[in-house]
């Protein structure tokens, strides 16, 4: 666990995406959890950690290499775990994929019962408070429920976008199932002014 910034931590438990932790006063939350296969060692990372329970998993989106742990952190915890109310019916399975890619990608990684978090639904057209200061917003465009998480400046992004010499960028064309809300979605991060970027996958940044 590395401190980016004071009370925020990137947890080097995670595999496959970045997961990172808000100490946010007497509550933790952790934004997303990497795959499956990091579970053990993230919740060993948790546990070994002198920080207070984890109380809160914000999942960004419902891919499964940020959705993948948070089952297990959330049966070592108790912690609720929140996830846009569009991406929470598809990782359920009760509403398909959006694009043809993403429903190929579903077919070839479908998350076992085990991996699937007990889901609360972030309401997908307003801000919401998860905990006092932790506010997540709508950002559609990667995926239909995708939202951001704003704390005192920083900006924790998913996989709305990557961070490139001081500027954000989109993720391949192929992962994006509506170009439209993710170009918005990107500028209104940018409006956003954020003190630092921290992405889904990449390394965090500062916007010019
Ligand atoms: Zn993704």
Not at 33 to 56: F, H, M, N, Q, Y
Not at 118 to 140: K, M, N, R, S, Y
């Amino acid at each position: 666990m590395r401190e980016l910034i004071d009370s925020v931590h990137r947890l080097d438990g995670a595999r496959g995406a970045n997961a990172y932790l808000i100490e946010a006063d007497d509550r933790s939350i952790v934004i997303d959890t990497g795959v499956p296969s990091g579970a053990k060692r993230l919740v060993a990372e948790l546990e070994a950690a002198r920080i207070p329970a984890i109380t809160d998993v914000v999942l960004t989106h419902y891919d499964p290499d940020h959705v993948g742990a948070a089952a297990a952190v959330q049966r070592a915890t108790g912690a609720t775990v929140w996830l846009g109310a569009m991406d929470a019916r598809i990782l359920s399975g009760e509403v398909a994929p959006p694009t043809r890619t993403r429903r190929m990608m579903r077919r070839f990684n479908r998350p076992g019962r085990a991996d699937l978090p007990e889901v609360t639904e972030l309401p997908d057209d307003a801000e919401f408070e998860v905990a006092p200061g932790v506010v997540t917003i709508p950002a559609p465009g990667h995926t239909p429920g995708h939202h951001v998480v704003r704390w005192r400046g920083v900006a924790f992004i998913g996989d709305a976008g990557l961070v490139s010499k001081g500027r954000l960028i989109h993720l391949p064309a192929m992962l994006i199932s509506d170009k439209g809300q993710a170009d918005a979605t990107l500028a209104a991060i940018t409006a956003m002014r954020p003190r630092l970027v921290l992405p889904g996958h990449g390394r965090a940044g500062r916007l010019d």
